[in-house]
């Protein structure tokens, strides 16, 4: 299994909890404690893997976390148990979106001291960002698109398998 199958799964599946049991990890539920109507998140981190999982306020995984890099306590992860495609840079990201038709956004920012730049893309099931640091791939990320957030996942983590 690849953990871009697990997108658009409940934090309740099968697939998940069998994630969950395998890696001994833990569920962190974070609420809105300062009553600025903010939805509840549940976050899954996996230190040792170099992932960490998101789950919507409706149990919903609506984003990955991939380090690419170490960073933030996590390892760096196993590109081969991602399922999404790896970019040395913005360019080959850019080429690989232009080949395969699909839209991308780039941008650069200067965010607490570190100068990043960034492509994300869009397959439709879900989006692809990649973040760069000094020309060498840093942290990736994926996530579902906001209608299928909405919708529970839906057709997310099917036709994210066909990537």
Not at 10 to 26: A, F, H, Y
Not at 120 to 140: A, N, P, V, Y
């Amino acid at each position: 299994m690849k953990y871009i199958d697990l997108l658009g799964k409940r934090l309740k599946s099968d697939e998940v909890i069998d994630v969950l049991e395998c890696d001994d990890l833990d569920v962190i539920y974070s609420f809105d404690r300062l009553h600025e109507n903010q939805p509840d998140e549940y976050w899954v981190p996996s230190k040792a893997e170099g992932v960490q999982m998101r789950f919507n306020e409706d149990q919903v995984l609506d984003t990955l976390f991939f380090y690419i890099e170490a960073d933030e306590g996590f390892c760096p992860c196993e590109p081969d148990s991602l399922g999404v495609p790896i970019f040395d840079s913005r360019a080959a990201a850019k080429e690989y979106a232009s080949e395969s038709g699909l839209s991308v956004t780039e941008g650069e920012v200067d965010f607490l001291g570190v100068f990043r730049k960034w492509i994300k893309i869009d397959f439709g099931s879900h989006l692809h960002h990649s973040e760069f640091r000094d020309g060498k791939l840093h942290g990736m990320s994926a996530f579902l698109p906001p209608k299928a957030q909405q919708d529970g996942g839906g057709q997310a983590a099917t036709r994210a398998e066909s990537i």
